[in-house]
């Protein structure tokens, strides 16, 4: 391998030197910043005039050569990479796998290098030699490369503080150092010593790209983009929740990022709830994973409402959030069954108030079939107001109504009351309901008389009349007996 590379340096310092002597010879220097741990180009394009007058011939012979000067190996020329007539290619070992030119290019006279990932070492100059037909090409580029280091590294938790350094290959140190977050420089509260950014307490705002622009003496400006990762809690969030009574609740404590993802696995969490004021309960808290801690809180009451926090903590730093249950019940002014013409007020009350809130009322299970008249007449809807006023009631306004409690980003949560009227149930009942009752009391009398004709025809059978009087006319009658025994006979009759 040495002495392949030590034939292929001699015979391109043979070849740069008759290139750089010979008629065909043209020269393209440029300038390129890359960041350590990216992709990078080193352009090497033929002009469009040549491209015109030469497109028919690269493929004659057609060899490329790229080969880096100075560098870690001191050497004057470092081969990088060989493309062969036929199409083979040759890597350095420190290279292979790294640095390559792509064959679909050549025809649009592109023979750019391609390095991916690039390291800090392989700054320096590279130039490259292509050879096609009788004509030669010839490209410089110089590379330097740039970095952002993060101390301590890997992703901060809220409220740790971390030192961005910016680095560059550029062998003289910068002028004029700029940090910018979202194209906007940085707020007062960062401090800039020489090449480092340094946050005391970071916080989520934080996370995302941060750009190093560095300027140096020679009119050269590097810059490089790094992507600060800060945990915490996940946006959107909503710091109130509503919930109506006798429903469940969910609370959503969500990371913005899973901490396992970065080999976190020291992670803690439970729930605190705050009732007037004073820490009463410590909650089991349900999750599925690193990221999503969620209390489910199966029937919720009147005595559930308040303060809720959640605490999180990682790597010994606890991070908390607030989450406030507003609990959402509807009071009629008449308690129980209210009779027609009544004045019933049904008022939405909320355990907690942001003062942003505003209340809607609908009828979504009316009792009446003409569901118009439930949204007429004596109805008034209060916009802006949580009572709703019903002067006088009527049949059509019994069923179910919602309260709807709105917000700036829309509806927030609801809850239901049914409305039963006293007098208006049965005529009020569906007509399918009707005709079921209507068949069931038919079908309850027929049964009825069946049983009582069957329990008579029984007694009957059972236990037959008699009458002694005609079987004594009947003995009377009977012929063959003397006047002494009818004459008794006789006298027993008008006894009877």
Same mark, same amino acid.
Not at 119 to 137: C, F, H, Q, R
Not at 184 to 192: A, K, N
Not at 272 to 299: D, S
């Given at each position: ?129 292509? =050879? ?7 490209? =410089? ?13 890997? +992703? ?15 062998? =003289? ?8 977050? /979202? ?34 003496? /020679? ?28 429903? @469940? ?9 899973? +901490? ?42 009147? @005595? /559930? ?59 979504? /299970? ?117 006047? =002494? ?12």
């Amino acid at each position: 391998m040495i002495a392949l590379l030590l034939f292929w340096t001699t015979a391109l310092s043979l070849q740069l030197t008759n290139a750089k002597n010979g008629a065909h010879q043209t020269v393209e220097e440029q300038r390129v910043w890359a960041k350590e741990g990216g992709r990078t180009a080193l352009p090497c394009h033929l002009s469009p005039q040549k491209l015109e007058s030469s497109s028919r011939l690269l493929y004659k012979g057609l060899t490329i050569r790229w080969v880096r000067h100075g560098g870690s190996s001191h050497k004057e020329h470092q081969l990088v990479l060989v493309v062969e007539p036929s199409g083979l290619k040759k890597q350095v070992l420190t290279m292979m796998h790294r640095a390559t030119v792509w064959d679909n290019g050549f025809l649009s006279g592109n023979f750019s290098l391609q390095i991916e990932p690039l390291l800090l070492d392989d700054a320096g100059t590279y130039e490259a030699i292509v =050879k096609y037909s009788s004509e030669v090409w010839y490209c =410089k580029v110089k590379l330097g490369v740039v970095s952002v280091t993060a101390n301590p590294p890997g +992703p901060r938790v809220e409220s740790e503080p971390v030192t961005l350094t910016c680095n560059s290959t550029h062998p =003289k140190n910068p002028t004029q150092i700029c940090w910018f977050r /979202d194209l906007v420089p940085t707020s007062g509260r960062f401090c800039s010593p020489d090449q480092s950014l340094f946050i005391s307490k970071t916080s989520k705002r934080d996370s995302g790209p941060w750009v190093c622009e560095l300027v140096f003496a /020679d009119g050269e400006i590097a810059s490089v983009t790094h992507n600060l990762e800060v945990l915490g809690f996940a946006e959107p969030s909503l710091p109130v929740v509503y919930t109506a009574a006798g429903s @469940d609740a969910h609370l959503f404590c969500i990371l913005n990022f899973n +901490p396992t993802d970065y080999g976190i696995s020291e992670v803690a969490s439970h729930w605190r709830y705050m009732a007037r004021g004073v820490q009463e309960t410590r909650y089991t808290l349900h999750h599925g994973n690193k990221r999503h801690f969620i209390l489910h809180l199966p029937v919720v009451g009147p @005595d /559930d409402a308040g303060q809720y926090i959640c605490e999180i903590a990682i790597r010994g730093i606890t991070i908390t959030k607030n989450i406030t249950l507003a609990v959402i019940t509807v009071s009629p002014s008449i308690e129980g069954l209210v009779t027609e013409g009544s004045h019933l007020l049904l008022t939405c009350n909320l355990s907690f108030s942001t003062g942003n809130e505003h209340f809607q009322w609908k009828q979504i /299970d009316a009792v009446s079939t003409n569901r118009s008249e439930a949204s007429s007449g004596s109805v008034k809807v209060l916009n802006g107001n949580r009572t709703l006023e019903l002067s006088r009631v009527s049949s059509n306004e019994a069923g179910t109504w919602e309260c709807s409690v709105h917000g700036p980003d829309g509806k927030m949560g609801s809850a239901q009351y049914h409305l039963a009227i006293a007098g208006a149930q049965i005529a009020s009942l569906p007509p399918i309901m009707t005709e079921r009752i209507a068949f069931g009391l038919i079908l309850f009398l027929l049964v009825l008389v069946v049983i009582i004709l069957a329990l008579t025809f029984l007694r009957r059978k059972m236990h037959p009349r008699n009458f002694p009087a005609l079987d004594k006319i009947v003995t009377a009658a009977s012929p063959g007996k003397g006047s =002494k025994d009818g004459d008794q006979e006789q006298k027993v009759l008008q006894i009877e």
